[in-house]
Structure formats: C-alpha cells, structure tokens
C-alpha cells in the first residue's frame, strides 16, 4: 500500500531513525540497555519542555491520561477549578476535571477566538482555585493560548493557584519554557510534535505540585496513574535501576529516546522558529487561495496546525477527497457545532523542520489544485 503524507494535526510524520529504534526483538523492560535509554528519555524530557526542575512521567496511554493524572493527583473533591477554554478540547477537560470531583467554571469565547486576559484575572480575584487548566494549542479550532502570559496572570492574582497545561498539540513545536514561565503541570502526548507514533502519555510536574499532591487529605482516586506508584519508578529509571509497577512500552520509549536527542541537538529555539516559518508559509498560501482561517487573527493563530474554512460553495468530502488523490491525508473539523465548516492541516515535526522533504511544497500545492478546480471561476 502506498503511503500518503500524513497532515492531520497527529499522527505527524516520523523520522525513519525513530521508526527504526521501534524495529526491534523482545527486550525485557529491565535489560540494562532499555534501563539506560529510558533514564535517558527523562532526563531529555525535561530538556523539551525547559523545565530542569521538574519530574517526568512518562507512561503507557494518550495524552487524555495525562489530564486523568492531573485531575485525581492534584483535585480534591469540591475544589475548584478554572478552565481556559478555547474549542473541544478544553470542553473535554472539564468533564474529565467533573468526573474527579472538581467545581469547574469555564472561561469561554466565541469559535475561533479565546478568554481576554482582563476576564481571566477578574475570575481570579472572584474566586479561590485550585488549579487553572490552559489548553495551549486546541487542536479542534486552531487557537493559540498565550500561556506566558496568562502564568504571569496567575502568578500575580492567584500566586497559590496551580497552572496546568495541555500542550498535546504544542509542546516540542510551540513555546513552552516550563520553569521560567512558572508551570506546574504541562502534558503531551508522543504522536504530535514530539515525533513519535502513538502510544505514550508525557508530562513533567513542578516540586511544588508534588509536594501538594503527597499532602492531599483525599486519597486520589485513581490507580494506574498515580504520581505515587510512578515517582519511584521514574526515579529509579533515572538512576539506572530496575523498577517495576506496570510494564513500560519499550519500542516506543526506544523510540523517544532518538526522537529527543534530535529534538534538542539544534535547540529549542531553533525548534521553535523553524515551526513559526512552516506555519507562516502554509497559512500565507492558505490566504493566498482565498481561504479564511477559523482563528480570529494571525496573532492567535497555532503554529503546528492551520484550521481553515472551506471555500464557499465546495463539500467537505469532495475537498479532502481532492487532497487524497493529491496523495495526502489532512483533517476536517473536529468541533461538533462547526465541523462541517472547516479542514485541519497539521504541521509539525519532520514536517516542519526539514523543508528539504517537501512536504510543505508538496501540501500547497495540492491545496492550490483543491481550490481552483472545485470552486466556480
């Protein structure tokens, strides 16, 4: 079967080397090699996410674990919560949030825009959270949080307050600067930017939500995602010990171990302005089709993912069909109230980063042809 470039907002494209450290016979999960590499993968964690304080976890499941752990770890029932909401994901969250006990108040705005950051410090001085959630990047709308901004929000009105961020779609593409910014939680998964196939929920917790997740009066009510069954665990990986609570993925953690070592050759910032470049470069051929994006402006606009309205008059299965035999697969909308009305191109990773591959030539291209022979001359 032939491949089709991948250009949804996740699953990306991967990096034959990692592909290939996922290539290899039965390991046991305490085999000095796999010991080393996965001790490896924390310490190169933190290195992604700029938080040289802050404890990995990296576990079995999708990024959706990661809003689990941060819900039963540091949420005890009846406290309250704010949720930064900017499309789908940010409902999902406080549901998940809902499902631990929470009290959650969202911060809402209409589609395609997000919170003003006069509304979200009058919420602050109302009230006492807990914990304020930031989706950085919603993947079902395309809109880019300001999470240093809002962090110095909330350092400011509500010093006390933990901040916890769904990067899923942003970290490792989108500036993220965990200890500098003041973040407690910021969570992701393996199939987005981090360049890895799906299969492993990452995040890294700040001391200070440890420390208020071991005096929580509550037990946390979850189990397979406790920060107290896997702190040690992680620990010990780090010290290159055998450990065990539950069996770890291997190949993929073989594979993350490669993918971050080439995330953080370069650097960070490189990282992040090459996915700045890629995104400016679809989104100026997106307007230059006469499309309209669905974030509000250019300011709040992803950089790892365009969300773009259809062209007048053109059927949504028509357009990606137009796509597919152009030999890419892209995404139509996610959010239930507008999915008809928009197509998600995702732009991360190898994507992003190594323009000498062409799938960003490759991309435009077929969006110019989708455009000129579907719409009316």
């Known amino acids: 079967m032939s491949h089709k470039l ?4 996740g699953p990306v494209e991967f990096d034959p080397m990692v592909l290939e450290a996922m290539s290899t016979p039965a390991t046991s999960h305490v085999d000095p090699a796999f010991i080393n590499a996965f001790g490896n993968a924390i310490e190169l964690t933190r290195k992604v996410f700029l938080a040289p304080t802050g404890q990995p976890f990296i576990l079995a499941g999708s990024g959706t ?50 919170p003003a950051f006069d509304d979200i410090a009058a919420a602050l001085k109302a009230d006492k ?6 989706t950085h990047v919603d993947t079902s709308s395309g ?4 999470v240093k901004a809002i962090a110095e929000i909330v350092r400011r009105v509500s010093p006390d307050t933990l901040i916890a961020v769904d990067g899923v779609c942003s970290v490792a593409a989108e500036e993220i600067r965990m200890d500098e910014w003041g973040l407690d939680v910021v969570m992701t998964a393996s199939q987005k930017a981090i360049g890895v196939p799906p299969g492993l929920a990452l995040m890294v917790v700040s001391q200070r939500a440890l420390a208020v997740a071991k005096a929580r009066k509550a037990a946390p009510t979850i189990y397979f995602g406790s920060f ?23 190949q993929l953690i073989l594979a993350l171990e490669v993918s971050l070592k080439q ?15 890629a995104s400016n470069k679809v989104k100026q051929a997106i307007e230059r089709a006469g499309l309209k994006l669905v974030p509000a402006s ?17 059927a949504p299965a028509d357009f990606l069909k137009s796509f597919s035999e152009s030999g890419i697969v892209i995404a139509g909308g996610l959010h239930p109230l507008h999915n008809t009305k928009y197509f998600r191109i995702g732009h991360m990773n190898v994507t992003a980063t190594e323009p000498e591959n062409g799938h960003l030539d490759k991309i435009i291209a077929a969006l110019d042809k989708a455009v000129k022979t579907l719409t009316k001359a």
């Open 263 to 277: 995330l953080v050759a370069g650097g960070m910032d490189e990282r992040f302005a090459k996915h700045v470049a």
């Open 228 to 250: 107290a069954k896997w702190l040690p665990i992680m620990q010990k990986y780090e010290a290159r010990q055998p450990s065990y609570f539950a069996t770890p993925p291997v």
């Open 65 to 114: 674990l990661t809003w689990d752990m941060t819900a039963a770890n540091l949420v005890e029932p009846g406290e309250k919560v704010l949720v930064v909401n900017t499309g789908i994901f940010g409902d999902w969250f406080a549901e998940c949030l809902q499902v631990y006990g929470a009290s959650v108040k969202q911060l809402t705005a209409a589609f395609g825009d997000r």
């Open 143 to 146: 809109v880019l949080n300001d």
């Open 129 to 134: 959270y807990k914990l304020i959630t930031i």
């Open 6 to 9: 991948c250009a949804i907002p």
């Open 298 to 314: 250019h300011a709040i606009a992803a950089n790892t993912l365009s969300a773009v309205y259809y062209p007048e008059g053109v």
